[in-house]
């Protein structure tokens, strides 16, 4: 399966990208989202979030907009500008017969500038280094280049962000535009092939949960009381195995081992309706979830992490990391709020109200193509996933379908005398 990569910028970046990563293309599938102005960055990382396994920016402002935002947990890497980025425009300058020594430059530091003239055995008559943040409009920092050329301190400007490199051509300004070399766009896409297979392996450790009654506190010391709350928490458990498409076995008087992925774990809102039907049901227990690149390790750290959630009052969960990091406790009162904004959010709401389904029901469908990994599923693989009838499972993908937020994408027949499959891609 190919790493599908996101690219943010504009327009001419965009294609360098793809030029530069054509050698790629059998391991890696480019998704573009060009923009006009950086600000559309966020909203471009939005859309891209759940089509891809990691976003490349053409340059730190996009990158830094979207990071400040925190509206993707997909990795995202940029394009950095670095003092070869400039070798390039500064020979473009000397063969069209322009004086190349005196410039003002944006995106690269003035040490990395100097170094790399040093290396070349070229001095500077003079280097103006233009400073911004985030927030500069590309027509204030066209600005303060035209202002060091009026002032006849610089002769050109070399500037990493194309619309402020189009304003100055427009005004008759000598300007160039600085792009990543080939080896660090080859090198930074490599990078984000890397981290998004390390992310992907890291979906699919293996995650151990040991839940245990606890017979103080709520619940009854009686053994009919207890063996009914035993009864009750096992339907619970049962349920949330589904959600997060685990198996449970019991171990014991009072504890059961529940296996699954990381991937599937993670999501939060599986382990939020546990914890609040343990709560409504009177039924108190703790937990210690572990992860690990085994079964042993992982059920290692998970009696580490229920260690520490015995000793905690109340329904609660520890987590102990492959690294032996630990975090807990987590209840029911710490999550319900995090469960409240997805609920809420606005694009659920907007699906929502698109396809007719409860905000809950998007949410649910939502965590199902997040734990499976993949957006393509047939009517019995979607209702086993979300434990309905396949005749529901194939009315609610129509209607998702007619609201277009899935499409047919395939037919398919297990065998040459079966009956062809439709394949649904969600598009959530």
């Given at each position: 399966?190919?790493?599908?990569?996101?690219?943010?910028?504009?327009?001419?970046?965009?294609?360098?990208?793809?030029?530069?990563?054509?050698?790629?293309?059998?391991?890696?599938?480019?998704?573009?989202?060009?923009?006009?102005?950086?600000?559309?960055?966020?909203?471009l990382a939005?859309?891209?979030?759940?089509?891809?396994?990691?976003?490349l920016?053409?340059?730190?402002?996009?990158?830094?907009?979207?990071?400040?935002?925190?509206?993707?947990?997909?990795?995202?890497?940029?394009?950095?500008?670095?003092?070869?980025?400039?070798?390039?425009?500064l020979?473009?300058m000397?063969?069209?017969?322009?004086?190349?020594?005196?410039?003002?430059?944006?995106?690269?530091?003035r040490?990395?500038?100097?170094?790399?003239?040093?290396?070349?055995?070229?001095?500077?008559?003079?280097?103006?280094?233009?400073?911004?943040?985030?927030?500069?409009?590309?027509?204030?920092?066209?600005?303060?280049?035209?202002?060091?050329?009026a002032?006849g301190?610089?002769?050109?400007?070399?500037?990493?962000?194309?619309?402020?490199?189009?304003?100055?051509?427009?005004?008759?300004?000598?300007?160039h535009?600085?792009?990543?070399?080939?080896?660090?766009?080859?090198?930074?896409?490599?990078?984000?092939?890397?981290?998004?297979?390390?992310?992907?392996?890291?979906a699919?450790?293996?995650?151990?949960?040991?839940?245990?009654?606890?017979?103080?506190?709520?619940?009854?010391?009686?053994?009919?009381?207890?063996?009914?709350l035993?009864?009750?928490?096992?339907?619970?458990?049962?349920?949330?195995?589904?959600r997060?498409?685990?198996?449970?076995?019991?171990?014991?008087?009072?504890?059961?081992?529940?296996?699954?992925?990381?991937?599937?774990?993670?999501?939060?809102?599986g382990l939020?309706?546990?914890?609040?039907?343990?709560?409504?049901?009177?039924?108190?227990?703790?937990?210690?979830?572990?992860?690990?690149?085994?079964?042993?390790?992982?059920?290692?750290?998970?009696?580490?992490?229920?260690?520490?959630?015995?000793?905690?009052?109340?329904?609660?969960?520890?987590s102990?990391?492959?690294?032996?990091?630990?975090?807990?406790?987590?209840?029911?009162?710490?999550?319900?709020?995090?469960?409240?904004?997805?609920?809420?959010?606005?694009?659920v709401?907007?699906?929502s109200?698109?396809?007719?389904?409860?905000?809950?029901?998007?949410?649910?469908?939502?965590?199902?193509?997040?734990?499976?990994?993949?957006?393509?599923?047939?009517?019995?693989?979607?209702?086993?996933?979300?434990?309905?009838?396949?005749?529901?499972?194939?009315?609610?993908?129509?209607?998702?379908?007619?609201?277009?937020?899935?499409?047919?994408v395939?037919?398919?027949?297990?065998?040459?005398?079966?009956?062809?499959?439709r394949?649904?891609?969600?598009?959530?």
């Amino acid at each position: 399966m190919k790493t599908r990569i996101g690219l943010i910028g504009p327009r001419d970046s965009v294609r360098r990208i793809l030029d530069a990563g054509s050698r790629y293309e059998s391991t890696v599938e480019f998704v573009t989202s060009v923009y006009e102005r950086k600000e559309e960055s966020v909203g471009l990382a939005i859309a891209l979030d759940r089509e891809v396994d990691a976003i490349l920016f053409s340059g730190i402002i996009p990158y830094k907009l979207v990071s400040y935002a925190n509206v993707t947990d997909k990795p995202c890497l940029y394009l950095p500008r670095v003092g070869t980025c400039i070798v390039k425009a500064l020979w473009d300058m000397r063969d069209a017969g322009e004086s190349f020594d005196r410039i003002s430059v944006d995106s690269i530091d003035r040490e990395t500038l100097e170094e790399t003239a040093e290396e070349l055995g070229f001095r500077f008559g003079n280097l103006e280094i233009v400073e911004y943040e985030e927030g500069t409009s590309y027509e204030e920092l066209a600005e303060m280049h035209a202002r060091l050329i009026a002032e006849g301190r610089v002769d050109a400007a070399l500037t990493g962000l194309t619309k402020t490199h189009d304003i100055l051509r427009a005004r008759g300004l000598r300007c160039h535009k600085v792009y990543p070399t080939k080896y660090i766009i080859r090198d930074t896409i490599q990078k984000a092939v890397y981290i998004s297979e390390k992310n992907k392996f890291r979906a699919y450790q293996i995650a151990v949960t040991i839940l245990k009654l606890r017979e103080t506190g709520r619940n009854p010391v009686s053994e009919y009381g207890f063996l009914r709350l035993r009864n009750e928490f096992e339907r619970l458990m049962i349920d949330y195995a589904k959600r997060v498409l685990g198996s449970v076995f019991p171990s014991g008087h009072d504890k059961y081992l529940l296996f699954a992925t990381r991937g599937s774990m993670e999501d939060e809102a599986g382990l939020e309706t546990l914890l609040e039907s343990a709560e409504r049901a009177g039924i108190d227990f703790c937990a210690g979830l572990g992860y690990g690149t085994t079964a042993f390790n992982a059920e290692s750290n998970a009696r580490k992490a229920l260690d520490r959630a015995k000793a905690t009052e109340g329904c609660n969960l520890y987590s102990v990391d492959v690294d032996g990091e630990i975090i807990g406790p987590v209840s029911a009162e710490a999550r319900s709020f995090r469960y409240s904004l997805a609920e809420t959010d606005a694009e659920v709401r907007a699906v929502s109200a698109a396809t007719g389904l409860s905000a809950a029901y998007v949410t649910k469908i939502r965590s199902l193509v997040r734990m499976a990994g993949k957006d393509r599923f047939d009517v019995e693989e979607f209702a086993a996933g979300l434990d309905i009838s396949e005749r529901s499972a194939r009315r609610i993908l129509g209607g998702i379908a007619s609201a277009g937020k899935a499409v047919v994408v395939a037919m398919e027949s297990r065998s040459k005398t079966g009956r062809p499959r439709r394949l649904y891609e969600i598009r959530l």
